[in-house]
């Protein structure tokens, strides 16, 4: 379900569920923290975060999930990419939808193949991202940009997000592996203090009460039940605010 394989002092983490378009649920995400784990115990020098066969991760698997404890162990993964001692890299082809991009913008650096699609569907479904990934978007894209993806769900290519400065290359994820390869090969104790650097210009700000509010009335909702619903029967939700 998560493989991961060495590229010399680069640990390769693979999202692989290709028959849900690599959705992430309870067993991928322990993947992950246990795939962060192995990288903090090695000599890892980069990690490129990818998905099986053509896509990059859909979001949650929404037939399996829908839980606190989901919720907590991403917010620990999303967490884990950003804190590592070493440059993250998403290395996105297909989709990357929901958790998928919550995922992408919580690494370092991110390439995308043009065709690639990144978007953050909860309106469509009556749930809510944490604050965090709000905090974490406007951050890199700014105010305009956050607005666009978060409340219209528009999903956003790999060339569009490319000019948005929100992916900084546009390949294939070889040529991910490739520039994960050279930075390898810069000065770690360097790296590391920049990533220490960076982390403490940009704060991980407790979520606010009013946010706090906000998350558990959606998670709570009968229009996340609707959402979910729809979702399993295939059918436009009919939502009522509440």
Request: charged letters at 25%.
């Amino acid at each position: 379900m998560i493989r991961t394989a060495w590229r010399d002092r680069v640990l390769v983490v693979t999202i692989d569920r290709p028959e849900r378009r690599n959705a992430l649920d309870h067993d991928a995400l322990a993947g992950l923290e246990a795939a962060l784990a192995e990288a903090a115990a090695a000599d890892t020098r980069a990690m490129v975060l990818t998905g099986a066969e053509g896509h990059f991760c859909s979001g949650a698997d929404l037939t399996t999930v829908e839980d606190d404890e989901f919720v907590a162990a991403l917010s620990r993964v999303l967490r884990g990419l950003r804190d590592a001692p070493f440059p993250t890299m998403a290395a996105v082809e297909g989709f990357a939808l929901g958790a998928g991009t919550q995922l992408a913008i919580a690494c370092d650096l991110r390439t995308a193949t043009a065709d690639a699609g990144f978007g953050v569907p909860a309106a469509k479904l009556g749930l809510l991202v944490d604050q965090w990934t709000v905090r974490r978007l406007v951050g890199l894209v700014g105010q305009s940009t956050a607005r666009h993806v978060l409340l219209s769900t528009d999903v956003v290519s790999g060339e569009r997000a490319f000019q948005l400065g929100l992916v900084h290359h546009l390949g294939d994820p070889e040529e991910a592996l490739s520039w994960a390869d050279r930075i390898a090969r810069l000065a770690p104790l360097t790296l590391q203090g920049l990533k220490v650097g960076l982390a403490e210009a940009d704060p991980d700000v407790p979520t606010t009460p009013a946010y706090a509010a906000a998350f558990e009335r959606a998670w709570g909702s009968a229009d996340l039940a609707e959402g979910l619903a729809a979702f399993a029967e295939k059918r436009s939700p009919e939502f009522e605010g509440r």
